[in-house]
């Protein structure tokens, strides 16, 4: 049996559906937002390259690696894409990460929202053992965010991977456990009713 199934997670300021090519037209959009595709320490698809994109990762969805979905706001529009991915079915693992946002969602509530509502699922539906989160080492934004969040630091991946133009990346890699979800939890909780 495939593990996880895909689900619809659905919030307050956000829903995490299972991306499809319905998305493609919003995504393009986003990422053109901002430029994002050209910040060196991420990968964000060019708008031309959504549809590509979408058809990446509903493959590795096939093969059982990745469960991506379309980040919508409360109106139904996608502004982004996030993922379960390096999927470990047998020990129950997953990595949360392949996230972007447009320019105007990101330090909102949407992502924390999201971050909140995939970390449920993981530890309370799926019964994981752990949920990681990478980044690249030079990433301060991104791993500032994942410190926020309360996860730990594991260590740092020396030349684990190439970027896109062919440069070795360091990939500092963080996680949380169950015993540590119930704070996290809580922290989550606390800045979604900050008013910001």
């Not at 959009?29 to 060019?46: F, I, M, Q, R, S």
């Not at 996608?78 to 330090?107: C, L, P």
């Not at 890699?173 to 979800?181: A, N, Q, T």
Request: proline residues 5%; contains cysteine; charged residues 25%.
């Amino acid at each position: 049996m495939t593990w996880p199934l895909p689900v619809t997670l659905t919030g307050q300021y956000a829903t995490l559906t299972p991306l499809s090519q319905e998305h493609a037209a919003d995504l393009a959009e986003a990422a053109n937002e901002g430029d994002l595709w050209k910040a060196w320490y991420t990968t964000v698809p060019k708008p031309s390259e959504i549809p590509a994109e979408i058809d990446r990762r509903l493959g590795l969805q096939k093969s059982g690696s990745m469960l991506p979905f379309a980040v919508l706001t409360p109106d139904g529009k996608a502004v982004g894409m996030t993922t379960y991915m390096n999927i470990d079915a047998t020990y129950k693992r997953v990595e949360i990460g392949s996230t972007w946002y447009r320019k105007a969602v990101q330090r909102t509530r949407v992502n924390t929202e999201c971050k909140r509502m995939l970390l449920t699922h993981a530890f309370e539906e799926l019964q994981c053992i752990a949920v990681e989160f990478r980044t690249h080492f030079m990433n301060r934004q991104s791993r500032a965010a994942i410190e926020r969040l309360g996860a730990k630091l594991d260590g740092v991946l020396r030349s684990h991977m190439r970027t896109t133009d062919g440069s070795l990346r360091d990939t500092a890699v963080y996680s949380i456990l169950p015993h540590e979800w119930p704070t996290v939890r809580a922290g989550l909780e606390f800045k979604l009713a900050e008013d910001r």
